[in-house]
Nanobody, 123 residues
Framework: QARLEESGGGLVQNGGSLRLSCTAFGFALEEYTVGWFRQAPGKEREGMARICSSDGSTDYADSVKGRFTISRDNAKNTVFLQMDSLKPEDTALYSC????????????????WGLGTQVTVSS
């Protein structure tokens, strides 16, 4: 069964780093645009970073530019999200989604989601 699985979350101190993984099972992730989203309690889901399948271009939310980096490892069928200089406001459930289209709306409404991995940044 085709699915996405996130991992790598955890508890980290203010200013720390984590690397999240989004691994695909049952399909070749390199053929899809992949986006990382997060949702904090009481807040709407927001897109953080995406990497397009067509040309490898990336896009980031303003709140994470310069701190987060999205990348692919096609041999591992995985997309990573390197998160540096983490802040308490980065605390959220992080999920990944895939789409055949390189735009945020298609990712957000794709329906192809993992269960998420919790990131908690202590102050």
């Amino acid at each position: 069964q085709a699915r996405l699985e996130e991992s790598g979350g955890g508890l980290v101190q203010n200013g720390g780093s984590l690397r999240l993984s989004c691994t695909a099972f049952g399909f070749a992730l390199e053929e899809y645009t992949v986006g990382w989203f997060r949702q904090a309690p009481g807040k709407e889901r927001e897109g953080m970073a995406r990497i397009c399948s067509s040309d490898g271009s990336t896009d980031y939310a303003d709140s994470v530019k310069g701190r987060f980096t999205i990348s692919r490892d096609n041999a591992k069928n995985t997309v990573f999200l390197q998160m540096d200089s983490l802040k308490p406001e980065d605390t959220a459930l992080y999920s990944c989604a895939s789409s055949t289209y390189c735009d945020w709306t298609s990712l957000d409404t794709s329906g192809s989601w993992g269960l998420g991995t919790q990131v908690t940044v202590s102050s």
